[in-house]
């Protein structure tokens, strides 16, 4: 499942998009129709990277929220623009299940954010996945 980085990036977006409609229609469409969609839309191929990540998303949804809401508490989870609600999750999601390096985690869900977020989405983002990242004892491997 070896990717570049450019590939990996164009996973993580379809896994934003995919994650994206499929809570936003309240679960009520099979998941691997809107993996099918997002994937024809965006003319890409079936990305096995972004499946994984969003079965790994959904499989630990719960606890996933819980620490969002623990490292924005501030904002009640239900008041996160959804885009960035999906976008937390997954980069949550990736920081505690994947061995990505977290320095390229956090960078990619920022630039996630400054895509499709609002103004000021890729700040936030940038504050709770790095707080988590701390809480976890990662390094960012930036030098830090």
């Known amino acids: 499942m070896s990717q570049n980085k450019k590939e990996r990036h164009e996973s993580r ?4 998009k995919t994650l994206f409609v499929y809570l936003s229609r309240e679960e009520r469409v099979k998941l691997e129709d809107v993996f099918s969609h997002v994937v024809e839309v965006d003319e890409k191929e ?5 499946e994984i990540l969003v079965h790994t998303a959904l499989e630990n949804i719960a606890k996933v929220r819980l620490i ?5 508490p501030e904002f009640p989870f239900e008041k996160i ?3 960035n609600r999906v976008v937390l999750i997954l ?5 505690k ?3 990505t390096p977290p320095i390229v985690v956090i960078n990619e869900y920022i630039e996630i ?3 499709f977020g609002e103004e000021r989405s890729a700040s936030f983002i940038n504050g709770v996945l790095d707080a988590f990242r701390k809480s976890i004892g990662k390094q960012r ?3 830090e």
């Open 97 to 99: 299940y994947f061995d």
């Open 113 to 115: 954010a400054k895509e």
């Open 13 to 16: 977006i379809i896994a934003v």
């Open 141 to 143: 491997e930036d030098g």
């Open 46 to 50: 079936k990305d096995d990277f972004a």
């Open 91 to 95: 980069g949550v999601c990736e920081l």
């Open 68 to 72: 969002v809401k623990a490292f924005a």
């Open 81 to 83: 623009a959804p885009i």
